[in-house]
């Protein structure tokens, strides 16, 4: 019997409002793809993004439209070659890696080249707001030893961060701009950073503005996030940034993110794996890129106030490997 795919679109509630410098959500819409072979079933999760010209029904019906060729045997290799980097292929190849693994009893990060996949301790993000709402917000998670801090808006920024680090003296801090930082602004926003000591900062300035960073004195590290997708132009980022932010639904699936990393190392950027916000089933395909990273940000199930039947495991900010039963 041919291979058969099914794609549902699917919504989960956050827990309060998630806001970053382009927005507000109160829930998150997922599209899932199913691939059924003999009974058994590999399924991946994508999270479509408007930042990115993706919309949840546009990126379902190209999910649905490689149909007939899943039927005929379409694999993962072929994949790369049949569809562009993004959301749907993200959920796709994911399903390929899930169906395979449980098809052949081989876990998915043995044929990923890993011996195995130690817990690790992601991230926690704090949602843009007013400076006191976030140091109370900071505060409140303190018992969390990485904190992600949303910023990037207009004003306030510099006030941030300053309170949030009074409110969380000893949490390492990564702060995450989603481009909203200017040119004119920039230094002041990465001083203040290397004065509060956050480790790290990512995006600071919109995509096509990485030339600002060319050059320029850096007392933080930087991460580009919305600047890279994939292996192509990546080269380009040298010089520019220090990090890259690997995520599956960017990269359109583990299997460039895993080809992505290794290129990243080649190239000397360190690496951090990340996420949209999305479920454990997200999450899960993302863990195996962890052994490569230095920073982890997955924490998009903490931030849902309902999440799937079967779940990764989370003891407090530490995150581990996925059971069989939720995916590889």
Not at 33 to 58: K, L, N
Not at 301 to 324: K, Q
């Amino acid at each position: 019997m041919p291979r058969q795919l099914h794609v549902e679109i699917e919504r989960f509630p956050v827990a309060g409002r998630f806001t970053i410098a382009r927005g507000s959500r109160t829930e998150i819409v997922v599209v899932t793809a199913t691939i059924e072979e003999d009974g058994i079933r590999g399924r991946g999760e994508c999270v479509p993004y408007g930042r990115y010209g993706e919309t949840v029904e546009g990126v379902a019906a190209l999910v649905e439209s490689l149909r007939d060729r899943i039927a005929a045997g379409l694999d993962r290799q072929a994949l790369q070659a049949e569809m562009p980097a993004g959301a749907a292929r993200n959920a796709l190849d994911c399903a390929l890696w899930d169906l395979d693994a449980k098809r052949t009893g081989v876990p998915a990060h043995v044929t990923a080249g890993l011996d195995r996949i130690a817990p690790v301790t992601t991230a926690y993000t704090i949602s843009l707001d007013a400076p006191a709402a976030m140091a109370a917000a900071a505060a409140k998670a303190a018992a969390r030893p990485i904190l992600k801090i949303k910023l990037g808006a207009p004003e306030g920024d510099l006030e941030r961060i300053a309170a949030i680090r009074e409110a969380v003296p000893d949490a390492t801090i990564f702060a995450d701009a989603n481009e909203g930082w200017t040119e004119q602004n920039l230094d002041a926003h990465l001083a203040a950073c290397a004065a509060a000591g956050v480790a790290l900062v990512e995006q600071p300035v919109p995509a096509d503005r990485d030339a600002l960073l060319a050059g320029r004195h850096r007392p933080v590290p930087v991460c580009a996030d919305e600047s890279v997708h994939d292996r192509h132009g990546l080269e380009a980022l040298v010089g520019r940034y220090d990090a890259i932010n690997i995520k599956l639904d960017k990269t359109g699936g583990l299997t460039e993110a895993l080809a992505l990393a290794g290129e990243a190392d080649r190239l000397g950027l360190g690496i951090m794996v990340g996420c949209m916000l999305g479920t454990s089933l997200a999450m899960a395909p993302a863990m195996l890129v962890t052994p490569r990273a230095r920073f982890v940000d997955l924490d998009g199930p903490l931030l849902l106030a309902r999440e799937r039947d079967v779940t990764l495991r989370y003891d407090g900010s530490i995150v581990h490997p996925p059971a069989s039963a939720l995916w590889g």
